[in-house]
T-cell receptor, first 117, second 114 residues
Framework: GAVVSQHPSWVICKSGTSVKIECRSL??????MFWYRQFPKKSLMLMAT?????????EQGVEKDKFLINHASLTLSTLTVTSAHPEDSSFYIC?????????????FGPGTRLTVT | AQSVTQLGSHVSVSEGALVLLRCNYS??????LFWYVQYPNQGLQLLLK??????LVKGINGFEAEFKKSETSFHLTKPSAHMSDAAEYFC????????????FGDGTTLTVKP
């Protein structure tokens, strides 16, 4: 299979604090990992693309200093929401492409629901 | 540039009826097209994809979609709806071989009535 996990599945934090979300490919090595944000009843918005060992590429309008992405290995990428505010509350989803299967398909994690109070 | 339009944010069908979810795309290059399903508070699961070759694509759970270049469409169908099909469905288009560079439609909520 091609399983992607995310941790935590949900988190509540206070305004001004930072939150780290992990995305792991459990049974494959991920060429690339992607981070999406999904607002209620809305579609997915690509935030950034990360490749192992290199800096993430952020989409236009996404603050790279606020949403820090670290892709430390072929199986782990992390998204840190720094100095979180209530408007950062959202459902964050990661996905990964399998290095051995090409990039035609991406495998999604189960998502992390962030609530900032 | 690429974009996706899903016609109908909500579709309701009776159990056993035909499911038709519409998707139109625009792409400046030959598109790769995807349909995903999302259940509440979960990530997305790939239903099917079109890359090249046969234009009628069969996916999981009895779904299929047909790529029609002349109509720039990739509608999703299932002959007989099950209650378990109730979910959010997203159509996506990519102008490259990298699925992660996809643009997603706004989604269609499918309700299945008993």
């Amino acid at each position: 299979g091609a399983v992607v996990s995310q941790h935590p599945s949900w988190v509540i934090c206070k305004s001004g604090t930072s939150v780290k979300i992990e995305c792991r490919s459990l049974d494959f090595q991920a060429t690339t990992m992607f981070w999406y944000r999904q607002f209620p009843k809305k579609s997915l918005m690509l935030m950034a693309t990360s490749n192992e060992g290199s800096k993430a590429t952020y989409e236009q309008g996404v603050e790279k200093d606020k949403f820090l992405i670290n892709h430390a290995s072929l199986t782990l990428s992390t998204l840190t929401v720094t100095s979180a505010h209530p408007e950062d509350s959202s459902f964050y989803i990661c996905s990964a492409t399998n290095r051995d299967r090409g990039t035609y398909e991406q495998y999604f994690g189960p998502g992390t629901r962030l609530t900032v109070t | 540039a690429q974009s996706v339009t899903q016609l109908g944010s909500h579709v309701s069908v009776s159990e056993g009826a035909l499911v038709l979810l519409r998707c139109n795309y625009s792409s400046s290059v030959p598109p790769y097209l995807f349909w995903y399903v999302q259940y509440p508070n979960q990530g997305l699961q790939l239903l099917l994809k079109y890359t090249t070759g046969a234009t009628l694509v069969k996916g999981i759970n009895g779904f299929e979609a047909e790529f029609k270049k002349s109509e720039t469409s990739f509608h999703l169908t299932k002959p007989s709806a099950h209650m378990s099909d109730a979910a959010e469905y997203f159509c996506a288009v990519s102008g490259s071989t990298n699925a992660g560079k996809s643009t997603f439609g706004d989604g269609t909520t499918l309700t299945v009535k008993p």
